[in-house]
Structures are given as C-alpha cells and as structure tokens.
C-alpha cells in the first residue's frame, strides 16, 4: 500500500470501530485512555449506516441494553427504533463521557505487525500467549482522515479490532457470464446501497415499480415491506423476494402462551443441549434429553405453523426450528409482512439458481420475472473486510478451515499477538455479549488473571466449532445462543466473579439471563 507516513502517535491501546462493540470496549479500557478511530461521523455502527426507515431492534429493550445504565421505560414491551438505539448509544457515551476517545472520520486502512512473535517477555513460557501490555509498540495502525490521501501512522501495545462482520462490504453473488448484473436494463443494488437512501429517496426508487428482493433474512424482509408500503392502491406494483433458503420467522416473542424465553434463554433450557467441555457424564445426559430438544423445536414450529400463514405461500422451512435459532437467524416479522401478502403486493418465488436477463430475473425452472429494480439483500463479507487491513501472515488465520473465526472466549485469536477481536461471536443478545467480553478483556489486560497455553485456547475453539456444526447446518455464523449462559459462566469464573448471578435457586434455573445480571458489584473479587 503507497502511502504518506507521518510522524508516528503512540498510545498503549487502539480500539477501530465505534459500534456498540467499540464504545463498550472504550467504557471498560478507559483507565488507559484509548484511541477510538471511528471511520465515519458518528458512533452507533450498523444502527447508524445500515438501517432502513423501519429498522427496529428484535429484542426487548431489557434484553439490549448496559448493565450499567438501563433504557427509560425498560419494560416497553414495543421493539424501539434504529433511531432510539442511536439516541441510547449517545447518551450511554454521554454519561460515561466515551466521545472524548473517539477520532470520527478516521478510517483504519492498514494493520501492521512490528513486534517479535518469536521474542517472549521474562515471564512467558514457551507456548503461552504472554502479557496483552507488551510495554512496547506491537502494532501501526495507518489511518486515513476525512477521505484524504494523506495517512497518519499510529503505534499500540495493543489494539482491539471492532469492525464487526456487517456493514462496509456486501456479500454480492457470482454470475455466469454475460448473465450478470451489467446486462440488466433496470437497476440494481445492495441492501447496503439501499440503507443510505432516505425516506424519499426510497420512495424514488420503489413507487411504481416491479421490484424483486433477493433473500429472505431481516434485511430482505424489511425491504420488502417497505417495497409494499410505497406501492399501496391499483397503481402499486408487488415486490416480489426471491429466496435460496428459508428461514423460521416468528411473530412475537410468544408461543402458545407461553414466553419464548423459557425455551431457550434460561439455564433450565440450555441444560438440554451440547456445549463444549461438557465431560462423559453430561454428553450421555444430552444424548437422552434429545428427545426433549427435537420436542420444543417442534412445539414452537406448531404455534408458527397456526399462527402463521406458512404453508399458504409455501414458506415452512426444511429444518427444525432449532437450527435458526442456534445460528441467530430467526427474525422477528414486521406486523403488516403478510397483510400485504395477502393484498398481494409481496410475492414469493423459491429459486436455487438465478441470474440475469435484459428485462430481470431468470430461474433455473425456465421461468422469468419482469423487474425494474433489483434488491439483493445478500449479506455482508465481514472476513473481507477485516482481511483487507491485515498483512500476512495474520491474514490468512482470520477464517479456520471450518470458516468460523476461532476467538478463545469469542475474543483472542490464539495465534494473533496483542490483539483482541469484540463483536465476532453472535447470541441473541449481542450488546450484552459484546459488553461481558469487554469487562472480562479489560481484566485480562489488568493481568488479574492469565490466558491458558496457545494450545489449550486453540483445543478450545475447536470443541465450539464441533459442538456449533452438531446444532447446525449454518454453523459458519458463530453462534453461541444455545449455551451463552455457560459461555458467560466461564468468562465470570476467570474474572473471579459468581458465575450464578441470580438471586434464588428458582430465578437461577427459570429466568432468562440479561445484561442488568451482569452489573458489577463492589463485593465482588475481582
């Protein structure tokens, strides 16, 4: 990379990215004063630069929030808006006074490594990852400032990387040739694109028009009802979601009754399923509660079945329940999603293979759709992203051969020195793991306790990565939602803290975990 260097700036830690993962970074590394480079103007991540006009969280505002500072009116029951994220993200940051560490407009173009991975401080083993304050520079960071050309150099102890895996670089399909995008008379974009416009712009662009969404997640759900809402009345055209691989949606966060966390989010419920270390005993014991998990997937699957119309428009997926669930993907439905089925102004085609003609889209029955505008809400290349600032070798450790990231506690690569890695593990409730993982790297780098050998770390993320391709087919994700409370466990035992936060047995065993049982004590060992 050609660049200007400048004279070097030292500090001891460097955060990128001032997402929810880098402004709870920031709150707990703030004794030593760290350097938040923010690429754009403001924090907030994805809430920030890829939410549409309807975005909305899909948790209760109890279940995202600090443990420090919970949101005004925590027991609306209503999802709040991207832009009342924002606003809680600021004033959290606010109150603990995190924008004083933030450079905006500061973009990180490149990471390069200037420590000896071979040389060992007098207190290091061979084989053990060694202190995270080497009490010298390990990393430059190159910055660039408010699109200049020019790069302003960095040098840190220690930096922790918060960049996340949405955003920034779309996840784009391949094409045969000539079968692509660029022959396609009507227009095309990414939801990436799409998020940038606004209220009117997107009016622009849909009104009128035969729109089709590629995908099926939130991101493709929520354009198409935007997509629907702009084409109300006999003038409206239907928007029209090509989908690979379906996926459980759920209505609300209730099933028969009953609330959806008691299936999944207590430590009752998680006891039924596989988590790693889990020793003889415990696996025979998993082994005969199967029944029992298969049980609750197909519960659940009957109350979305009755309340859902699924198999109207041939939208029941193939896979139980469960495993959307143990790879995040379950997406809450906006209200209206098939009402305006229903008025037929959102349509469904199931296609494996697709490509492009001069006038939109063709599948691989020889059917066509007509379409002026082309939506693809494809996803994000987050290992890109994150590849495109890391020199080698450190590049190519990014992705394992099974495709998952392999993060001991879901933030140390065990190979990569002085680095840390907040936002790469996904649960139902990412703040409040993003947060957990920072309070318990913070103690880390105060050495209140240490890492064990490289080769255990590593022995470790293996066994997650096994039991995570158990529970799912769509194990690549990194997803920890079937054993977070014993993942949090963990973290809490090496901070010293009481892995059993809650205030009874009975609470202990039937209440679902959030941040507010994570909230620092004064009595506690730390």
Known sequence: MAVQQNHVISSRIGIIGGGISGIAAAKQLSSYNPIVFEATDSIGGVWKHCSYNSTKLQSLRRDYEFSDYPWPERDNSSFPSHIQILEYLHSYATNFDLLKFVRFNSKVVELRFIGDRDAADADTKPGEYGSLLAGRPVWEVAVQTDQSQDVQWYSFEFVVVCIGKYGDIPKLPVFPRNKGPEIFQGQVLHSLDYSKLDKEGVTHLLKGKKVAVVGYKKSAIDVAVECAEANQGPEGQPCTMVIRTLHWTVPHYWVWGLPFSWFYSTRFSQFLHERPDQGMLRSLLCHLCSPMRRAVSKFIESYLMWKLPLHKYGLKPDHPFEEDYASCQMAILPDNFFSEADKEKIKFKKASKWWFWDGGIQFDDNTKLEADVVVLATGFDGKKKLKAILH???????????????????????????????????????????????????????????????????????????????????????????YSINHSDELCEEMGWDSWRKKSWLSEAFSPYNSEDYKEETKMNI
């Open 392 to 482: 080698e070798p450190f590049r190519s450790l990014i992705e394992s051969p099974s495709g998952v990231m392999p993060l001991y506690r879901s933030t140390i690569h065990p190979l990569i020195p002085n680095m840390a890695f907040v936002g790469y593990v996904e649960s139902v409730a990412n703040l409040q793991t993003a947060e957990l993982r920072s309070k318990w790297l913070a103690r880390l780098v105060d050495d209140c306790f240490k890492l064990p050998s490289v080769e255990k770390m590593i022995e470790k993320t293996n066994k997650e990565t096994e039991i995570m391709k158990k529970t799912t087919r769509f194990y690549k994700r990194g997803c920890i939602s079937t």
